[in-house]
């Protein structure tokens, strides 16, 4: 049956939003979440509310959508028990922006399924080329050598790399998928990416496993990689390249004979992908790679296997190109037991969404701090409790039974689920915001008409003017709160007070406003004003290890030394091993010098 006027232009209009949505989201950078997830949720809001044609789910889908929902809900509750309430309230707004991409990608469906797969194709194309000309032109700070901009994190810009490289087998026209995945592949050996490399490799390999046609994807493959890898080692010898903090001048010097090998290996893939063989050799040859590739594939993985057995829980892995030879899990080891210890003093209920970084100051072993446990099921028992992880896990389940089998989408959604095992992709939008939305490509069934429903639609806009607020409430905040700092900077206290206390009213579960308006009282020599405010800190956030340090350090300040040595010895028991645990020292050293 045909599409009507009013179905063609209405996917039309929601693929081009998406479109825009995810182009933003890859390219323009974590600092602008705000911008993109009011955007999403406004087009997803618009697409559910108005009388288009609905997407039709299986019943798995329909069970996969609620429990994703569901666990929105209880990452909301969780704000209540929550040891890090702001940061639940952010890993909360993360969840609705990415229903609100699975959500636009229902209304994409089978229809123009075929068409989101070559506009991804070429927004992915899009960003390995921009994140290629920031190092050939040293468009970066510098600070990190790993190639990680536009999106801010090498790890998760190797995962999108990746991810093309399924999609480039897929598309129809040889050229320009060879040129995707030799790009793809330089960018993800400039990143230093053991789990990129890993990925891509998985991606390339379990497509030639699910392919009856081997010989074009063994083709593409054969033609692209080996340059690729040539081209990324070469750029990986270059210090300006691959060392981190290198001088302006060394790093666009050698970013420019980076840039040359680039060109040259383009054009050496573009040469060979014009090759025509006849089919009575391609077979021959088909056959001749695999009984190459495949022995040193095994080889490879064994040795990799072998060693990162026996590695796995050094913890740390040395920076620079040699990284990708270790098997450290690079602390993941000890993080990821940290996580278990989370699980086992909530193990229902858990410590509140994104709250990690409560416990792991509790039960780490070092000084190297991080927010996330880098495995998301594991952040999700500690965070989220059995309930939180079984609501997600069930919603994952249902999701898997109910996808069509479209196999370039599903490569890019499994490569997502297996990246978030053993990284924090989940926090990048960029990441969660393609494997949404292409979820939502695969789960939806087809179309029915849609028909006018005003107390349907004022629902999804209510919802929807809830989600804008729950994202723009923390957002401004954040804003209020540099304008609080900036006039500090500046010497004009009353309007930092201002600043600040507007920032408290539409955060009030962060205590950053509260520590910018102590610092102010006490700037003024309001000694109980800027207590209070501490102390308010602490009962906000009765494990926030910063509240108490402050607190005590303005009550050692004006010569409280018993009250001050308390609160150190509470940041202590949060922290032991934290920057200002020696506070704990000078205060009992105050109380009883004798002792020192």
């Known amino acids: 049956m045909l599409a009507s006027p009013q179905m063609r232009g209405g996917g039309n209009g929601i693929f081009a939003a998406l ?73 909360l707004n993360r969840m609705l922006v990415y229903l609100a991409f699975l959500a636009l990608g229902l209304f994409v469906g089978p229809r123009l399924e075929r068409r989101y797969e070559e506009v991804l194709a070429a927004l992915l194309g899009l960003l390995v080329g921009w994140a290629l000309v920031e190092k050939v032109f040293a468009l970066d700070d510098g600070r990190r050598a790993r190639l990680n901009e536009p999106i801010g994190y090498w790890n998760a810009l190797a995962l999108l790399a990746a991810s093309a490289v399924p999609l480039a087998l897929r598309l129809a026209r040889r050229l320009p998928a060879v040129l995707l995945v030799y790009g ?34 063994a083709f593409r493959l054969a033609v692209a990689v080996p340059p690729a890898l040539a081209v990324g080692g070469f750029g990986l010898t270059l210090d300006g390249v691959s060392v981190d903090q290198q001088p302006h001048s060394e790093r666009f010097a050698d970013g420019l004979w980076l840039g040359l090998a680039l060109l040259l290996g383009a054009a050496l893939v573009a040469g060979l992908a014009q090759l025509d063989v006849p089919e009575p050799s391609r077979r021959t040859a088909l056959r001749g790679a695999l009984a190459i590739v495949v022995p040193v594939v095994i080889v490879a993985v064994a040795v990799v296997g072998a060693r990162a057995a026996m590695n796995f829980s050094e ?64 952040q999700l028992l500690s965070e989220t409790g059995f309930v939180g992880f079984a609501l997600f896990a069930g919603a994952v389940v249902a999701a898997a039974l109910a996808v069509r089998r479209e196999r370039a989408l599903s490569f890019v959604v499994g490569l997502f689920a297996l990246g978030v095992l053993f990284d924090i992709h989940w926090d990048f939008t960029a990441a969660g915001a393609v494997a949404f939305a292409t979820l939502g490509v695969l789960l939806s069934h087809g179309d029915r008409p849609g028909g006018r429903a005003p107390l349907w639609a004022a629902g999804v806009l209510t919802l929807a003017l809830a989600a804008l607020y729950s994202l ?21 206290l009353v309007t930092a007070a201002d600043e600040a206390q507007r920032a408290n009213s539409l955060d009030p579960v962060s205590v950053e406003p509260l520590f910018a308006l102590g610092f102010v009282e ?65 205060a009992r050293c105050k109380i009883n010098p004798t002792g020192c």
């Open 19 to 91: 479109t825009i949505l995810l182009a933003a989201a890859l390219l323009a950078g974590e600092g602008r979440f705000f911008w993109v997830g009011a955007g999403a949720v406004l087009a997803a809001a618009a697409a559910l509310a108005v009388a288009l044609p609905r997407p039709t789910l299986s019943p798995a889908g329909v069970v996969s959508g609620a429990l994703f929902c569901a666990f929105a809900l209880w990452v909301a509750a969780s704000v209540l028990w929550s040891a890090a309430p702001d940061r639940s309230w952010d890993f």
């Open 522 to 586: 006490d700037a003024q020599g309001q000694f109980d004003r800027a207590r209070d405010y501490y102390a308010q800190a602490t009962e906000v956030q009765p494990e926030s290890r910063e509240a108490w340090f402050l607190l005590g350090k303005l009550e050692f300040d004006v010569q409280r030394y018993a009250d001050a040595y308390g609160r150190f010895n509470r940041m202590y028991a949060l922290d032991p091993h934290g920057p200002h645990v020696a506070w704990v020292k000078k």
């Open 184 to 217: 793809s592949v330089v960018a993800i050996v400039l990143t230093q990416s053991r789990g990129g490399l890993l990925l891509a490799a998985l991606a390339g390999a379990g497509w030639l496993a699910l392919e009856r046609g081997r010989y074009e994807p």
């Open 315 to 378: 913890p740390v892995t040395p920076e620079g190109p040699g990284r990708v030879f270790e098997g450290s899990s690079n602390n993941r080891a000890q993080w990821w037991q940290e996580a278990a210890h989370g699980f086992a003093d909530n193990p229902l209920a858990g410590n509140g969404a994104g709250a990690f970084q409560v416990t792991h100051r509790r039960y780490r072993e070092s000084n190297v701090e991080v927010r996330e446990p880098h495995s998301l099921p594991l």
């Open 472 to 492: 723009g409430a923390p957002w401004l905040a954040d804003r209020r709160l540099d304008d609080a700092y900036a006039a500090i900077a500046r010497g004009d």
